[in-house]
């Protein structure tokens, strides 16, 4: 059964970082690419980011790029998602998904191609 787990959230001030971790169990993660959601109450599920399968590619949302950092180790069967300069409107719940690798570009950022999910973790930005 493949399952995907998050960690690392929490209440941070602005300005402040945070480093979410999603571990993969049940599939090797090599072949796999994995992205980064999120969701605020009230709102839709928002793209975040994404890592290819080999970890050469990534794709950030404008709304994080430039504060954003999307890891991997295989090895470990381990993403990371390093969040810098937090603003209050980063407060969501952050999700990690796997997709097939053979999607690129803007498609990525649809949730409809991730087929595994993880339960989330709440991150809460401070004013």
């Known amino acids: 059964q493949v399952q995907l787990v998050e960690s690392g959230g929490g209440l941070v001030q602005a300005g402040g970082s945070l480093r979410l971790s999603c571990v993969v169990s049940?599939?090797?993660?090599?072949?796999?690419?994995i992205g980064w959601f999120r969701q605020a109450p009230g709102s839709e599920r928002e793209f975040v980011g994404d890592?290819?399968?080999?970890?050469?590619?990534?794709y950030y949302a404008d709304s994080v790029k430039g504060r954003v950092t999307i890891s991997r180790d295989d090895a470990k069967n381990m993403v990371y998602l390093q969040m810098n300069s937090l603003r209050p409107e980063d407060t969501a719940v952050y999700y990690c998904?796997?997709?097939?690798?053979?999607?690129?570009?803007?498609?990525?950022?649809?949730?409809?191609?991730?087929?595994?999910w993880g339960q989330g973790t709440q991150v809460t930005v401070s004013s």
């Open positions: 998904a796997s997709r097939a690798p053979r999607y690129s570009g803007a498609n990525v950022r649809q949730p409809y191609l991730y087929d595994y």
């Open positions: 049940g599939r090797t993660l090599s072949p796999y690419a």
């Open positions: 890592i290819s399968w080999n970890g050469g590619t990534t």
